[in-house]
């Protein structure tokens, strides 16, 4: 147990929709990043923040977005949903910005029929 | 972009058996990490190489990372079916403003038969 925790663990949706993919960060981790896991793509670096603030952005769509709240707690939102998104979604947590050892949740396997 | 790649993409071996994988790149990185990842489960840190040439042992895995820092190598000994899994490389590297980001391969997936 990496001390991560996202919900739902898996989620089906219809194409057009949106959904939201949570993450708790293990306990004193200040940083959190959502990555995505495709078969193809590998594992892609969607986005970063530090302390509640955008901290660097990778390969995030228009249509998706993120934040972080006070508690630390960060949601990912994906909307407009193409077929294409279905993926495995995780959130990995540091204690630092600047990454040197990151602890991933067991991600949130999305199917969008 | 930094870009890793990975190869082989698949690899099945015998228990027993020694086999290597290999993760390499045109950019430099000011550190490599290397991650098991079981189905169902997120990606776990094995090792973090920092120094070019850098060698690391973790039981039965060795790592290395090239004197360059452009690649590493995974060399596994006398492989058990517990090694099976996706083993992925991460290079680090400056994004700007500070921040430092992880870029991974897409992965060696490997299943040792009893």
């Known amino acids: 147990d990496s001390g991560v925790t996202q919900t739902p663990k898996h989620l089906i949706t219809a194409t057009g929709q949106r959904v939201t993919l949570r993450c708790s960060p293990r306990?004193?981790?200040?940083?959190v990043y959502w990555y995505q896991q495709s078969l193809d793509q590998g594992l892609q670096f969607l986005i970063q923040y530090y302390n509640g603030e955008e901290r660097a952005k990778g390969n995030i769509l228009e249509r998706f977005s993120a934040q972080q709240f006070p508690d630390l707690h960060s949601e990912l939102n994906l909307s407009s949903l193409e077929l294409g998104d279905s993926a495995l979604y995780f959130c990995?947590?540091?204690?630092?910005?600047?990454?040197?050892?990151?602890?991933f949740g067991e991600g949130s396997w999305l199917t969008v029929v | 972009t930094q870009l890793l790649e990975q190869s082989p993409q698949f690899l099945s071996i015998q228990e027993g058996e020694n086999l290597t994988v290999y993760c390499n790149s045109s950019?430099?990185?000011?550190?490599l990490q290397w991650y098991r990842q079981e189905p169902g489960e997120g990606p776990v840190l094995l090792v973090t190489v920092v120094t070019g040439g850098e060698v690391k042992k973790l039981k039965r895995l060795t790592f290395q990372f090239g004197d360059a820092r452009k690649d590493s190598s995974l060399h596994i000994t006398a492989a058990q079916p517990g090694d099976t899994g996706l083993y992925l490389c991460?290079?680090?590297?400056?994004?700007?403003?500070?921040?430092?980001?992880?870029?991974f391969g897409k992965g060696t997936k490997l299943s040792v038969i009893p």
């Open positions: 990995a947590s540091s204690d630092t910005g600047s990454g040197n050892t990151i602890y």
């Open positions: 950019s430099v990185f000011s550190s």
């Open positions: 306990s004193g981790d200040l940083s």
């Open positions: 991460a290079g680090k590297g400056y994004s700007g403003a500070g921040s430092y980001q992880l870029t």
